[in-house]
């Protein structure tokens, strides 16, 4: 069961330079989620896909920017890359909840780092 | 419990003992709640949940606990072992939003052998 696959794990970047992270799962779930985490703090809300072909931003979108034109993948890119964009990345996925509240899942991230 | 700034609140057991970790949540109109626990290199991984019909959920040595009142959340982790020693947090869907998450900072807990 691969869940919620992210690649790369690990990547070093400099200042001004682009690129995508990518999210891909296998569990067929409507809602896909990227966030940040920063040492000693909670995941941030970049932003979500409600399904293929809707995307809505979260808490700290700037400087980001995603698609989702498949129910199983949701790449996040980094267009000039920023040292206040040093983290771990993490994509999560739920299903549809039905108005109950599902929980969400996640790959094990990106560590990015940028210099 | 939960705290701002760089240093995650700590909690260290001994092999064997049980566990309490909290958690004060914000918005008084979230009805779900989760726990999740995070090994160091490793994404979070779902623990348990509870809706906020509930008071008390158990699950496999985990046990969570709801007080609306208050709005606090408890894990227990009966028995804790070695293996549990990771960062541990709640999350709440952000005002009553099925699907958006807000999650707090994290306890880190360590159990000695």
């Known amino acids: 069961n691969a869940g919620v696959t992210q690649t790369p794990k690990f990547r070093i970047l400099k200042i001004g330079q682009s690129m995508t992270l990518q999210c891909t799962q296998d569990m067929n779930h409507n809602y896909m989620y990227w966030y940040r985490q920063d040492p000693g703090m909670g995941l941030k809300l970049i932003y979500y896909s409600v399904g293929a072909g809707i995307t809505d931003k979260g808490e700290v979108p700037n400087g980001y920017n995603v698609s989702r034109s498949t129910t199983e993948d949701f790449p996040l890119r980094l267009e000039l890359a920023a040292p206040s964009q040093t983290s771990v990345y993490f994509c999560?996925?739920?299903?549809?909840?039905?108005?109950?509240?599902?929980?969400?899942?996640f790959g094990d991230g990106t560590r990015l780092s940028i210099l | 419990g939960e705290s701002v700034g760089l240093h995650l609140p700590t909690l260290s057991v001994q092999e064997g003992d049980n566990s309490i970790i909290n958690c004060a949540y914000s918005?008084?109109?979230?009805?779900?709640f989760i726990w999740y626990k995070q090994e160091s290199g490793k994404g979070p991984q779902f623990i348990i949940d509870?809706?906020?019909?509930?008071d008390k959920r158990q699950g496999q040595r985990v046990t969570v606990l709801l007080n609306k009142t208050v709005k606090h959340l408890s894990l227990q982790i009966a028995a804790t072992q070695p293996g549990d020693s990771a960062v541990y947090f709640c999350a709440e869907n952000s005002g009553g939003s099925n699907y958006k998450l807000t999650f707090g900072k994290g306890t880190l807990l360590t159990v000695n052998p």
């Open positions: 999560a996925s739920s299903p549809r909840d039905r108005g109950l509240g599902q929980p969400q899942h």
């Open positions: 918005n008084s109109a979230s009805d779900y």
């Open positions: 509870i809706r906020s019909n509930m």
